[in-house]
């Protein structure tokens, strides 16, 4: 089935905010497209490049994550001699993908709310998983233990690899028609589920009914490999240097090759968005013809 792209390629210059048409941008991005950035003014030296080693990650895991003004990285010894030098990468990074969107989309302004920021140092290829941490398939994101209640994700990711290897991804239909496709088949959340999942430590707070929709639509499209394989979709590789934004909970996406990149979160109420139509909360209460939280 062939579908309008859901990438938007665009030319912006070492000033990141001065593309001809912002609203534009912020439209499109709102709207569930990867706004992709071919050259982001954001460059490692030698000394950085050096630090690129799956070596430094603790054993287990799959990011290196900074919180917001956090002193300490996490999964990184702290005793290590590239504990500080890999602190003030990310940070830099931090630091850089905020003001990125603070020149593109100034009407988000104080409304973000930064989440912690990740170095990613191994090779997507190689990652062996579970089916459903498996971010090889088609997805959009949603957390298990933290409930958002609606709260949108909004990433930064650039790809940092040192040897010329782009960053390859899936991109899958739009929101509303994932959603369309899968919530007659998915579960229903039970009377009182939300409570023993908070009281069981499970959760961090209430899952609303937006959040079990959320998880359950995440499940649904990783669990069908026929729906993966067939669904409309489209790749594309991001080269080193390049970077992409999304709303990675409306986004349909799946991370298919590379290594090294990093990535920074924020989180935004969606009345705090341009267009609160757009989100997958008033998408899914449109669905549904219920309030979901």
């Known amino acids: 089935m062939k579908q309008e792209s859901q990438i938007i390629a665009t030319w912006i210059d070492t000033d990141i905010g001065t593309h001809p048409d912002n609203a534009a941008l912020l439209s499109a991005l709102e709207s569930g497209k990867v706004l992709h950035i071919p050259a982001m003014p954001f460059e490692l030296d030698d000394q950085e490049r050096a630090l690129l080693d799956p070596i430094h990650a603790s054993k287990g895991r799959k990011n290196i994550s900074l919180p917001p003004d956090g002193p300490t990285l996490i999964g990184v010894d702290p005793d290590s001699p590239a504990h500080a030098p890999l602190h003030c990468l990310v940070a830099r990074y931090a630091r850089s993908a905020r003001d990125w969107i603070d020149s593109l989309f100034p009407q988000y302004g104080a409304h973000l709310i930064a989440a912690p920021t990740s170095l990613r140092l ?41 040897h010329g290897e782009p960053r390859v991804w899936r991109v899958g239909e739009t929101f509303e028609s994932v959603a369309q496709r899968f919530l007659p088949r998915l579960p229903r959340q039970w009377p009182g589920q939300a409570s023993l999942l908070h009281a069981l430590g ?37 080269a080193p240097g390049a970077g992409w934004i ?23 109420q969606p009345r705090d968005m341009a267009d609160p139509r757009q989100s997958p909360l008033a998408v899914l209460e449109t669905l549904t013809g219920r309030p979901l939280i």
Not at 130 to 141: F, M
Not at 226 to 233: E, M, R, T
Request: charged residues 25%.
């Open 246 to 268: 999304c709303f990675s909970d409306q986004t349909s996406h799946a991370v298919m090759a590379g290594q090294f990149m990093l990535e920074q979160t924020f989180f935004l």
């Open 202 to 238: 499970i959760t961090k707070r209430y899952r609303s009914r937006y959040d079990h929709i959320m998880l359950s639509l995440h499940d649904a499209m990783k669990a069908d490999i026929a729906y993966q394989q067939s669904c409309p979709q489209e790749s594309i590789g991001f």
């Open 122 to 162: 191994h090779r997507v290829e190689t990652r062996h998983t579970s089916w459903r941490k498996d971010d090889s398939r088609l997805h959009v994101d949603a957390f298990p233990s933290r409930p958002n209640h609606g709260e949108r994700i909004l990433r930064v990711f650039m790809n940092i690899n040192p």
